[in-house]
């Protein structure tokens, strides 16, 4: 290890977020040696490709060397904002190897192979700390693995997607389409030119499994949550949430699954469009914010705002990992390791319990409203409103069920659309927070 009153910093990566991390150090260097009890000081900066012009950062520290960087004696802290998998999983566990703390904002690579990575960091007794990988700037892991740790998380429900958050409150506000939003997220230079990772809900998926793997101490990895995307979203799906007083959101929620009113030892993880009450905290979260709304058993609710995403946000969330690690160097402690003591099952999307809003396409005939109704009952879901709008021959009927089990709501949509009646299910979409 290198001299004790100097924490030695290796960089992986200089984009957006890495040159912000490299700029926000020198600009704050004073306070943040003076709060980690030690100088800070990068020492390199690997990156893909040394041709590139990169203001700010002195040419002398770059390399595209990157394992020279994980293996160099001299470093005692590797800053991985290179993202993807490969090569950044192969570089953290080689910098853990050579006993350097990590501090990492890769969620995508967590989501995969979290398990691995603090097993390795546990074996080398480094610390391993990644606060920007779920929701940029907000201060939203270390709340759940340290200060609410002494609480029982029942629920956590968050919008952790700036992108498609932005897409859905041009809709909402303008009555903007899907595709002239995202046109305008894509301008705005939140939603990339390929917009798969966002509005199709791998992004928040990931940070889903990372948040519920924290929450209920559990190993849970990206492919264990049910995911849905935004892009079947129309404006009439909009208007009509909007008429019944609900906004729509992408929502990630973790929960532990309650049956016949005691908690269940499984948890469900999902990622889907929901519908939410105006009047619910998460609804006035809008353009590319975030927020994670949780619930405990002790603590009651709390939410936590602010920016998901940007390359000074996010520095902000690995500045502070990075005074925390120094920290705990000054003290010859580790931070908090996972606990995945309680190792729950995943339980399938059926034994999830929501509400659907079902709009369909009916002919505007006696005896619809029974027919739909005894649908609906057999499948044992009972129904909480209907809206009916005539359009000559035809009629829009939207149906809003109480609370049931995923699979029983699944269940009765396929029963609807196989009546007659029903011309066609225009829309099924999820409804949350209803009290
Ligand atoms: N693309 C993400 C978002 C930010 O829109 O929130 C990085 O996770």
């Known amino acids: 290890m290198s001299n004790d009153r100097v924490l030695r910093v290796g960089l992986l990566g200089a984009g957006h977020v890495g040159a912000e991390v490299f700029r926000l150090m020198i600009a704050n260097q004073k306070d943040l040696a003076a709060r980690s009890g030690v100088g800070l000081e990068i020492t390199r900066v690997a990156v893909r490709e040394l041709t590139s012009d990169r203001p700010g950062i002195d040419r002398a520290l770059l390399t595209d060397d990157a394992d020279s960087v994980v293996t160099d004696p001299n470093i005692d802290l590797i800053i991985e904002v290179m993202g993807g998998i490969e090569p950044a999983r192969s570089l953290i566990l080689k910098a853990m190897e050579n006993g350097k703390a990590v501090v990492t904002a890769n969620k995508a690579l967590l989501a995969k192979h979290g398990a691995e990575l603090f097993h390795a960091s546990d074996l080398a007794d480094v610390d391993f700390y990644y606060e920007a990988a779920v929701a940029g700037a907000i201060p939203i892991l270390r709340p759940l693995a340290e200060s609410l740790v002494g609480d029982h998380v029942e629920r956590v429900m968050g919008i952790i997607n700036g992108t498609t958050n932005y897409i859905l409150t041009r809709m909402h506000e303008a009555g903007a389409s899907f595709e002239d939003a995202l046109a305008e997220a894509q301008t705005l230079g939140y939603a990339e030119a390929d917009p798969t990772a966002d509005v199709d809900g791998f992004d928040a998926a990931a940070k889903a499994a990372i ?20 892009r079947e979203i129309t404006a009439d799906d909009v208007s009509v949430a909007k008429a019944m007083g609900f906004v729509i959101k992408l929502l990630a929620i973790a929960e532990a699954n309650e049956i016949h009113g005691s908690v269940e030892e499984t948890i469900s993880v999902r990622v889907h469009p929901t519908m939410i009450p105006v009047t619910h905290p998460l609804a006035a979260v809008r353009e590319s914010f975030n927020a994670v709304f949780v619930k405990c058993q002790s603590a009651g609710e709390l939410m936590f705002y602010g920016r998901g995403a940007g390359g000074t946000p996010t520095a902000s969330a690995i500045l502070g ?66 809206r009916q709008e005539g359009r000559g021959a035809d009629a829009e009927l939207v149906v ?17 659309r196989s009546l007659d009646i029903v011309k066609k299910v225009v829309s099924v979409i999820r409804v949350e927070g209803v009290v």
């Not at 948040?211 to 935004?230: C, N, P």
């Not at 809003?400 to 029963?415: F, I, P, Q, S, W």
């Open 321 to 386: 990992d990075l005074v925390a690690v120094a920290r705990n160097r000054n003290e010859g402690s580790l931070g908090p390791t996972e606990t995945d003591y309680a190792d729950l099952d995943i339980a399938p999307l059926g034994v999830s319990r929501t509400r659907y809003l079902i709009r369909m396409d009916v002919a505007d005939v006696p005896g619809v409203l029974a027919s739909v109704a005894s649908t609906v009952a057999k499948n044992e879901v009972s129904i909480m409103t209907v």
């Open 400 to 416: 809003l069920t109480h609370v049931a089990r995923e699979d029983a709501l699944a269940n009765t949509v396929k029963d609807l």
């Open 211 to 230: 948040l519920a793997g924290l929450a209920f101490h559990t190993q849970v990895i990206d492919e264990d949550v049910y995911r849905e995307g935004i």
